[in-house]
């Protein structure tokens, strides 16, 4: 008999400065058109491509774990928090497939503006070696490879496909999703206005973000 297919994992890293529906709606939308047995939401402490936070890690984390609380797929994972120096996805992904085992499908979920980006990531090429790179397109709007910066758009197809197949990693796939047009930004300076955000955002991260007075006195970008 053959042996049974594993379930792919998902990845969805970011700051989530808040966590908001948009995040969740991706991970959620993805992660079933994919079959993914979870979808692990992993917040980064010191990101790279950005400044600084005003709110610390361990406060995203805890939104993340309460964003995701009774959802049986989605899952908070707060590896990158106990890392020492800026959170690379490649030492995510290299930590998680040491975890899982060579043959377990990984996939990164991206959404198109991150992954144009991409040449900018640390040891970005590896990253294909370690997971699948699952990019999130919006209604009429498919990933255009000819806009891709080379030699990512050179990779991209070379690497595209249409479903998971059979390989724990290597492929690049892309899904379109619904367009949410929330963000964390939007919702910062929402809060700092003292205007309402509520439906933006899970009520059990807006209750916490009014608990520890989260985001007062910032409007930044």
Do not use: K
């Not at 998902?10 to 700051?15: S, W």
């Not at 402490?45 to 989605?74: F, Q, T």
């Not at 370690?130 to 030699?151: I, K, S, W």
């Amino acid at each position: 008999m053959p042996a049974t297919r594993l379930q792919p994992v998902g990845i969805l890293g970011g700051t989530f400065d808040p966590v908001h529906f948009g995040h969740l709606r991706l991970a959620e939308e993805l992660g079933d058109l994919l079959g993914m047995e979870e979808v692990r939401l992993i917040p980064s402490s010191l990101p790279p491509h950005r400044a600084d936070p005003g709110v610390s890690a361990a406060d995203r984390y805890e939104m993340v774990r309460l964003a995701v609380a009774g959802n049986n797929r989605l899952m908070a994972d707060d590896r990158e928090l106990h890392r020492l120096g800026p959170s690379y996805t490649v030492d995510t992904l290299t930590e998680l497939r040491q975890e899982l085992g060579t043959e377990r499908p990984l996939c990164l979920m991206l959404g198109a503006d991150a992954f144009a980006a991409l040449l900018t990531w640390s040891h970005w090429q590896r990253l294909f070696e370690l997971a699948h790179v699952v990019v999130a397109t919006r209604p009429g709007y498919a990933l255009d490879f000819d806009d891709l910066p080379e030699p990512l758009s050179t990779e991209a197809r070379a690497r595209f496909a249409t479903a998971l197949g059979a390989t724990p990693a290597g492929s690049v796939i892309t899904r379109e999703i619904a367009a949410l047009d929330i963000s964390a930004s939007a919702i910062r300076r929402g809060v700092a206005a003292a205007q309402s955000v509520r439906y933006l955002l899970p009520d059990s991260v807006l209750d916490y973000i009014q608990a520890h007075r989260l985001y007062r006195g910032t409007h930044g970008g």
